[in-house]
């Protein structure tokens, strides 16, 4: 071949491969946005409205009931029970069937030859049709495999246990972040109204001493020192308004509310201070018991241990059965249908040498299985513990700082009466409301802190906050029972809800 042949032909073989190449498409700007518009249909779809102020509880409930994560959970635990389902199904016998047609363009013949004169013995002869339909119904049950299968089939159904418990420490983190972000939001609006109004007033001051130094009235560094004072009162009242305008976006979010949702919260009057009444003994028993995490070690240990077992089985030699029916539409046959059947024993016996290897790889599974719950348990208790120290750090916290509030408010009172008789300039007044909302806020936050680390106790202990089921899925049915298992947690009671 020419040299311009083969550059030919090898253009055109390159050509060919090109052309096989696989490409992609960016998707259409429009696909997204129709995405988009689904997506916000479906995320706040079939949801209960909001009717009235929202209560802790309540909001607790729609968390459980429509957070997106916890909904997840959900799902991925009605494919775990799918994926049981469908490994119970492993351990049938293997069902085979087959039919077709069979056909070629000559006769199918044989001759014989003498394996003791190399002559031709039979003349050729036929004892096929040239065309011909074929049908096959074969049934295999091997006891090995069914073995195997049983104790996957076990295993795959303490994955849906640990999927299950996966739910658990999802509600609990959920409700957790929830009453977090409702004593913050609370806290929002006792304090915003407030800090909104004294804003006004610092802009309204600064306005005047401005006007006041452009009139050239009163000492320039004076006004000046004023004004900077103002600014800085402004800085001040800005920084607490960030630490509070977002709390009820947060909120919102985990309770799966439409982000621009206008709604109210109704919070207790006063501060009342909650106290433990479970010893920390029964809280480290419970933790150790009833915690997701080791509960999930639990299950995971199993499954090890069970891989143990397969590992054995397949040292095993497995008896097989089989029978099958058979159809064949030659007319050479004198039984154009028939039934087979038979039984054998079948083993590898490379398993033989590879076991053992198994076996010890299984073993050192379940070792290992044992020693990452021990590490796990210690981590627990850890957690249990500086859970009880950040609740008893938490409520002399909230003591100060409920001390230093009464304490502003006292001061400007005082202020607001010698500014009405003038004795005291408007800044001084400013300065004491500022100071008293500083505290305000102080005192409203860290009893968001404290609620959150009494609650934080029983978490750390693996306490459901519901019980295993509910008679309905209402959102009053769900936060009833979450306040009356906080109910019985006050009064030293962690047993099962039910």
């Given amino acids: 071949m020419s040299r311009t042949g083969k550059f030919f032909s090898v253009s055109v073989l390159a050509l060919a491969i090109s052309g096989c190449a696989v490409t992609s498409q960016p998707i259409d700007r429009s696909v997204s946005e129709q995405r988009a518009r689904q997506d916000l249909q479906t995320m706040f779809k079939d949801q209960e409205p909001v009717s009235g102020p929202l209560t802790l509880h309540e909001a607790m409930a729609r968390a459980v009931k429509y957070n997106l994560e916890a909904r997840l959970k959900v799902m991925e635990e009605a494919l775990a029970k799918r994926q049981v389902d469908l490994a119970s199904f492993d351990m049938l016998p293997r069902m085979a069937m087959e039919a077709g047609y069979a056909g070629r363009n000559n006769v199918s ?52 246990l640990i999927v299950q418990e996966r739910r658990r420490k999802v509600v609990h983190t959920i409700i957790q972040d929830v009453r977090s972000a409702y004593w913050r939001a609370v806290a929002a609006d006792r304090l915003l109204k407030q800090i909104d109004s004294l804003m006004a007033r610092v802009d309204e001051a600064r306005d005047s001493s401005q006007r006041m130094s452009r009139e050239r009235i009163g000492d320039p560094v004076q006004a000046l020192g004023y004004q900077r004072a ?98 064949d539409s030659n007319s050479f046959l004198v039984n154009q249908s028939w039934a087979d059947y038979g039984v054998k024993v079948t083993w590898n016996l490379f398993n033989a040498i590879s076991a053992p290897a198994a076996i010890d790889v299984a073993k050192a599974g379940e070792s290992v299985a044992a020693a990452r719950r021990q590490a796990m348990s210690m981590a627990v208790l850890a957690q249990l513990y500086v859970a009880n120290a950040n609740f008893h750090e938490a409520q002399r916290q909230f003591q100060t700082n409920q001390q230093l509030a009464d304490l502003d408010g006292q001061i400007a009172e005082q202020l607001r009466n010698r500014y009405k008789t003038q004795s005291i300039g408007e800044l001084d007044l400013i300065q004491g409301e500022l100071n008293t909302l500083n505290a305000q806020l102080q005192r409203d936050l860290s009893y ?21 089921t509910l008679p309905d899925s209402n959102l009053s049915t769900i936060a009833g029972a979450l306040e009356s298992s906080e109910s019985r947690w006050e009064s030293g009671d962690i047993g099962v809800a039910k």
């Fill in 448 to 468: 968001a802190e404290l609620r959150n680390a009494y609650a934080q106790l029983f978490v750390s202990a693996g306490v459901d906050p519901l019980p295993e």
């Fill in 230 to 327: 103002l600014i800085d009162a402004t800085r001040q009242l800005e920084e607490q308004r960030r630490a509070l305008s977002l709390a009820k976006t947060e909120l919102a979010a985990l309770i799966n509310l439409p982000l621009n949702t206008d709604f109210t919260l109704a919070a207790a009057d006063g501060y009342p201070v909650p106290e433990l009444k479970v010893d920390i003994g029964r809280l480290e028993e419970e933790a150790l018991a009833s915690r997701p995490e080791l509960r999930e070690q639990d299950y995971q240990a199993r499954i090890s241990a069970a891989e143990t077992r397969k590992a054995m089985l397949r040292l095993l030699p497995g008896l097989e059965f089989s029978a099958g029916g058979h159809y």
């Fill in 109 to 160: 013949a044989s001759s014989s030859q003498s394996v003791r004169t190399g002559t031709q013995s039979l003349e050729p002869s036929t004892s096929q049709d040239r065309d011909r339909n074929v049908a096959d119904l074969t049934m295999v049950w091997n006891v090995l495999d069914f073995g195997v299968a049983y104790v996957s089939a076990k295993q795959q159904a303490d994955q849906r």
